[in-house]
Every structure is written in structure tokens, then in C-alpha cells.
């Protein structure tokens, strides 16, 4: 199946996709051409269906602190 078609039946974006591929957790792509990748209908219907044993990791929030600049104030704020 190429991206579009894998789009419609997994809610992930594709850099979670791809970061899930990299780390063995979801089916690998296979490349038809240079420019052309799919995924294989079974493997992808098989993950679908298997059992989680643990969540999907989600991204570290960033540390606020260690911002270097404050965020632009918006329009209707008190200026410090």
C-alpha cells in the first residue's frame, strides 16, 4: 500500500511512522522505485491488530527554562 492509503487506516504523522520504523516497532517501507515506497497490506494489518504491551513513547515536553529568550508578548499583555 503507498503513503496515502497507509494514512487512511493509521493515525499516526508520518515522522512518528518513520521513527516507529527505526526503532523495529512498526513494518518496514520497501522501496518499487527511487521515488516511490509502500508497506505491506499484511504486515500493517497485523500490527494493527496485535496487542500493545506499551504505549506509543511520546516526545519530552521541552524544558522552559533553558530558553535563551523570552516569548513575544501578544498585543493586549502587560509589557514587563
Known amino acids: 500500500m503507498r503513503r496515502n ?3 487512511e487506516i493509521v493515525p ?3 515522522s512518528t511512522i518513520y521513527e516507529m520504523e ?3 516497532e512498526f513494518p518496514r517501507r520497501f522501496g518499487l522505485s527511487p521515488r516511490c515506497v509502500v ?3 499484511a504486515e500493517v494489518e497485523a500490527w494493527l491488530e496485535s496487542p500493545r504491551t506499551r504505549p506509543i513513547p511520546r516526545a519530552k ?3 522552559v527554562t533553558q530558553r535563551k529568550f523570552r516569548p ?9
Open 5 to 7: 492509503e497507509l494514512r
Open 12 to 14: 499516526l504523522a508520518d
Open 22 to 24: 527505526q526503532r523495529g
Open 39 to 41: 508497506w505491506d497490506l
Open 61 to 63: 515536553h521541552p524544558d
Open 72 to 80: 513575544v508578548k501578544g498585543q493586549g499583555r502587560a509589557q514587563a
